[in-house]
């Protein structure tokens, strides 16, 4: 399973990184969306795309918004996950067929997208 994956703090994206690479996920981690870096994303559509809320959530979600209005990324399974009320709410509101998960059951969600 490819996972672009849209978490702005470095540390927090290594540790989901190893979490989902030791599970066989391909995980590329989009820093920002500008066009440079999404062209160098390439062709390949990924699985899912994880926006995690737990550092950054107000960069985070606008890096979602702008992910998913891009057309090879239009109707890609996308997964929230950690983050305040506050950020939930703002996620729900931009994005209300997105899934949300707790970052002890995130392996689990992204699981089932594939089946």
């Not at 066989?24 to 699985?47: E, F």
């Not at 949300?100 to 392996?107: G, K, N, S």
């Amino acid at each position: 399973m490819l996972i672009y994956l849209v978490q702005p703090d470095a540390a927090l994206a290594r540790e989901l990184i190893d979490d989902c690479t030791d599970l066989g996920h391909t995980i590329v981690r989009v820093t920002d969306t500008s066009p440079d870096v999404v062209r160098d994303l390439g062709d390949a559509r990924p699985d899912a795309l994880l926006v995690c809320l737990d550092a950054e959530p107000d960069a985070a979600l606008a890096a979602a918004s702008e992910l998913t209005s891009r057309r090879p990324l239009r109707g890609t399974p996308l997964v929230f996950a950690g983050g305040t009320q506050a950020a939930l709410t703002a996620a729900q509101s931009a994005h209300p067929r997105a899934d949300f998960a707790r970052r002890d059951v995130l392996l689990t969600v992204l699981a089932s997208l594939k089946s």
